[in-house]
């Protein structure tokens, strides 16, 4: 009998601590997903500020494109949004239809910020190397493409924003201008690297793109 009831009250006891963890999951499930839809509603709101600040900045200096100083500022200010996008891929997966979403404003601000870089750079003979980065998240598309994009952000931090500047985008976006884009530079496997307008339809390792870029003796 007393063999029973304290088989019983072990019984009873493991259940709850059983059932404080499953709610205790469920909520910091919960906590979790509310603070991931409030990191994306946020850098929604980033994207659209800085989308409107560019166009701003693109329609006032139209006329005056060699008086821009400040390419190297706005370029971080991209790559941090850059970032942020990441971070959020990370917590919800690259795969995600809302992350994929999520991207193409972030895809039209990085090409409004290349073509007002390559008008600098062609009329005003701006000293700024200029990179396109085709990729896809997908590993069946691309097996390579996170390799690619670790060593184009190692560069991009280690050079720094007023020499160069690097654009990524997905193939899988559905925006025209995107298309468009992939289209230009006939975009049909991955990863691709445009450096100066310069096509590499394959992986480039760190000492290839060093060597295009001549940067190889100045990067410790």
Excluded: W
């Amino acid at each position: 009998m007393v063999s029973r009831r304290i088989n019983y009250v072990k019984f009873v006891f493991a259940f709850l601590i059983a059932g404080a963890i499953f709610f205790g999951g469920l909520f910091l499930g919960s906590q979790l997903t509310s603070l991931q839809i409030h990191n994306i509603t946020s850098i929604q709101e980033d994207l659209k500020t800085s989308l409107a600040s560019l166009e701003l900045r693109h329609d006032l200096l139209k006329q005056n494109i060699c008086g821009i100083s400040d390419f190297g500022l706005f370029g971080a200010e991209l790559g941090d949004l850059g970032r942020q996008l990441a971070d959020v891929e990370k917590g919800f997966g690259k795969n995600k239809e809302n992350i994929l979403k999520l991207k193409e404003p972030y895809f039209l601000l990085e090409i409004r910020h290349f073509l007002l870089l390559q008008e600098a750079k062609n009329k005003c003979g701006n000293d700024i190397d200029l990179v396109l980065y085709f990729y896809s998240n997908d590993p069946k598309q691309c097996e390579q493409c996170d390799d690619q994009g670790y060593i184009l952000s190692y560069l991009q931090d280690k050079i720094g924003y007023e020499k160069i500047k690097i654009y990524s985008f997905d193939i899988r976006s559905q925006s025209p201008s995107v298309q468009t884009l992939m289209d230009l530079y006939n975009v049909e496997r991955v990863p691709l690297v445009v450096i100066n307008d310069n096509v590499y339809n394959q992986f480039l390792t760190l000492e290839e793109i060093q060597e295009i870029l001549g940067v190889a003796d100045t990067l410790g």
